[in-house]
């Protein structure tokens, strides 16, 4: 099998010759200024890691430019936001961008875009205590704004599947920690436009991946997740406490993941041939099929891009 067609198998829950390993990085601020820079940055990363695919980075198109969300005061305010429409730049350059990565990974690997939540957006656009002062005030206020982020974002995942050539999202699903919201409040105020768009893209790709993200450092309500569908989930072992095949029982799909990512632990630290053998045991509890090794979230730019090789080749001798 060549990396495009391992990856499609174990997307697909069949069975691989070598597991498939992926982790990623966000690209340094400074390569955001220049497309063709930035493009060879992740073609370079690719490359110098010799994963069998790339998640691809949403650097600098952060958060949301709506101007209702500029400088924004009052909850009120949330009822102004509307779609920016598919030809605004913000998803244009996305889409433009994006073209010229897949372009320099020269068609030797599948490829996903990262897309957040449209409450993400919001969130990044205004920061956590307005997003959750706003989202407590008015809640319908605040489901209408995602709404209108949602519209949006299905105009980029349209783009970058049909015009940019991915092979699909990677869709961060966030604000799910046990401590933000109950049950019931995020099936309610945060579900609909989460599912919005992933449903969307599951209707222009069998190669969507969703990454229940952990970022935060506490564990996820998992429950609320339950009916978000896609071929591959990304879990974070490491904060949701869930081994691959409890992962693979609870999600029912092939799952990614097995290191953690934090700066200072295992990966950043152990020998090469301790790697190699955690590598092994991974390989061992997942199986060549629905399993796809990584890490609970990005790796932070201090680790040495050698130990991430070390990784993939390793798997390939198993």
Not at 71 to 92: N, Q
Request: some cysteine; proline content about 5%.
């Amino acid at each position: 099998m060549n990396k495009r067609e391992r990856v499609i198998a174990a997307f697909h829950g069949k069975e691989t010759d070598h597991v498939p390993v992926c982790m990623w990085q966000h690209v340094p601020p400074s390569f955001w200024g220049d497309d063709d820079r930035f493009a060879e940055e992740q073609a370079r990363f690719f490359k110098s890691t010799d994963v069998d695919f790339m998640k691809l980075s949403g650097d600098k198109f952060f958060g949301w430019p709506s101007p209702a969300l500029r400088d924004i005061a009052r909850t009120e305010e949330l009822y102004r936001v509307e779609p920016l429409g598919p030809r605004h730049p913000f998803i244009r350059d996305q889409i433009e961008r994006t073209k010229k990565v897949v372009a320099a990974l020269n068609g030797e690997c599948v490829s996903l875009y990262l897309v957040f939540v449209p409450l993400s957006c919001i969130r990044l656009a205004i920061g956590y205590p307005k997003m959750m002062q706003f989202i407590r005030e008015n809640p319908d206020a605040m489901k209408q704004a995602c709404a209108a982020v949602a519209e949006d974002q299905k105009a980029l995942v349209r783009g970058l599947i049909e015009e940019a050539g991915v092979d699909g999202i990677f869709y961060s699903v966030q604000n799910g920690e046990e401590n933000r919201f109950t049950a019931e409040e995020y099936r309610d105020w945060v579900m609909p436009s989460d599912k919005a768009v992933l449903d969307y893209a599951n209707t222009l790709s069998d190669m969507n991946a969703i990454h229940f993200c952990a970022w935060e450092e506490i564990p996820n309500r998992l429950s609320v997740w339950a009916d978000y569908k896609a071929p591959v989930v990304s879990w974070s072992r490491y904060i949701d406490i869930m081994d691959i095949q409890e992962a693979k029982k609870t999600f029912g799909c092939t799952v990614w993941g097995g290191f953690d990512n934090r700066p200072g632990t295992f990966l950043y630290t152990a020998e090469r041939t301790e790697i190699e053998q955690e590598t092994a045991s991974l390989i061992a509890q997942g199986g060549k099929t629905g399993y796809i090794l990584g890490a609970d979230c990005s790796i932070h730019g201090e680790l040495p891009e050698e130990r991430i090789r070390w990784v993939a080749e390793a798997a390939r001798r198993i």
